[in-house]
């Protein structure tokens, strides 16, 4: 089975800063792993994802994630806070649930971004 | 192009009685999956069904159903509603099985 785990439910960064969100997985075989954000009151929107290509994998809005298998890791950075970032973002991950394609979500990190 | 649409977007029930929610994939999408999101954690997984067979189903109760119609839209049916039912239900489409899922903007559901 697999699973993630976002080590921060809660960041803050001051506009303009760098931003980093933590997250590790568990998986018995090659995952396939994503990054979504959620603004209030709105839907998943994917920044981006990995698929066993490159370990570093750009997003969009400025987003990066790299993937590092000796750390069971695939932090997700910017290196420039905007207020519109401000949002809860979800550390995912792809795998099989009989026939069926299941994404298992961790528990979320709301980012804040002060002024 | 739409995106994946979500009906209603806001629904008030009594515990003990029955839900239907809508979702309509993105056009050309033959694969369907059904998150229910409680507040302040992740989205969990439901269902998923695909070329209008359900393909896997996550740690749910019997009380929740499915199904995906020819025109490969999807009902998700909830009876005997609890209050911990109350989240958001989020629909999934993607082209097929494996590939990249988009999300609707999901249908709040509250329990009274």
């Known amino acids: 089975a697999q699973s993630v785990t976002q080590l921060d439910s809660h960041v803050s960064v001051s506009e303009g800063t760098p931003v980093l969100l933590r997250c590790n997985y568990s998986?018995?075989?090659?995952?396939?792993l994503f990054w979504y954000v959620q603004h209030p009151n709105k839907g998943l929107q994917l920044l981006l994802k990995?698929?066993?290509?490159?370990?570093l994998v750009k997003g969009i809005n400025g987003f990066e994630a790299e993937f590092k298998k000796s750390e069971t890791s695939f932090h997700l950075t910017k290196p420039s806070a905007h207020m519109s970032d401000a949002a809860e973002y979800f550390c995912?991950?792809?795998?099989?649930?009989?026939?069926?394609?299941?994404?298992?979500f961790g528990s979320g990190t709301q980012l804040t971004v002060l002024p | 192009d739409a995106g994946v649409t979500q009906s209603p977007t806001h629904l008030i029930k009594t515990r003990g009685q029955h839900v239907t929610l809508r979702c309509s994939p993105i056009?050309?999408?033959?694969?369907v999956s059904w998150y229910q999101q409680v507040l302040g954690q992740g989205p969990q997984f439901i269902f998923q069904?695909?070329?209008?067979?359900?393909?896997g189903r996550g740690n749910f109760p019997d009380r929740f159903s499915a199904r995906q119609f020819p025109n490969y839209s999807s009902e998700l049916n909830v009876n005997a509603l609890l209050l911990g039912d109350s989240a958001l239900y989020l629909c999934?489409?993607?082209?097929?099985?494996?590939?990249?899922?988009?999300f609707g903007q999901g249908t709040r559901l509250t329990v009274v």
């Open positions: 999934a489409s993607s082209s097929n099985r494996d590939t990249e899922a988009f």
């Open positions: 998986s018995s075989y090659s995952p396939s």
């Open positions: 990995y698929t066993s290509a490159a370990t």
């Open positions: 995912v991950v792809s795998g099989n649930k009989g026939s069926a394609r299941q994404l298992t």
């Open positions: 056009s050309g999408h033959k694969s």
């Open positions: 069904y695909y070329e209008k067979e359900e393909r």
